[in-house]
């Protein structure tokens, strides 16, 4: 995926599912992403690299980044900021395995998803301060998990 689609498909996808829905508590809530706590500043992080920007996000990689989740094998993983503050991530994978894989560890990690329709693979979790969505599409063979924090992107909302 290019990073456009991560820019337009992950923040869409957020728009949409975040708020669509009621909101429902789950396991574990993270308090991060993969160590960095949310809201952290990006000037305290070493080793990131700015690969997009869609006005107010900011999107950024990180050197020598864990592919993987458990044992499947990702993509691509983007952090997000807003005015340098991380707010979100999105996980690119590709595969039905990997996806299997995945669906299974955020299951383990945050209790059984939310799932909307029982004939779409969209999954989400949703707590006091983050959402999580994975989304997996059989024909393209391509997935998304993004991981939000409600209280930066409700200081967006109301920017907007």
């Known amino acids: 995926m290019t990073y456009t689609g991560i820019r337009w498909g992950g923040l869409i996808f957020i728009l949409v599912i975040v708020f669509s829905q009621p909101a429902r508590a789950f396991q574990n809530e993270p308090n991060d992403f993969r160590g960095i706590e949310w809201g952290t500043n990006y000037h305290e992080l070493k080793g990131f690299t700015k690969v997009s920007t869609q006005d107010p996000l900011e999107y950024y990689t990180k050197k020598n980044e864990d592919m993987s989740m458990g044992d499947a094998r990702l993509a ?34 945050y209790g059984k998803g939310y799932q909307a329709n ?38 967006i909302q109301r920017a907007n």
């Open 76 to 109: 691509m993983v983007v952090y997000v900021f807003y005015k340098k503050k991380l707010c979100g991530a999105v996980l690119d994978f590709k595969s039905p395995s990997n996806f299997q894989t995945i669906k299974a560890v955020l299951s383990d990690w």
């Open 118 to 155: 029982r004939y779409e693979d969209k999954y989400r979790w949703s707590g006091t301060n983050v959402s999580i969505t994975l989304e997996y599409d059989d024909i393209t063979q391509k997935g998304q998990v993004v991981y939000y924090f409600i209280p930066i992107y409700e200081i």
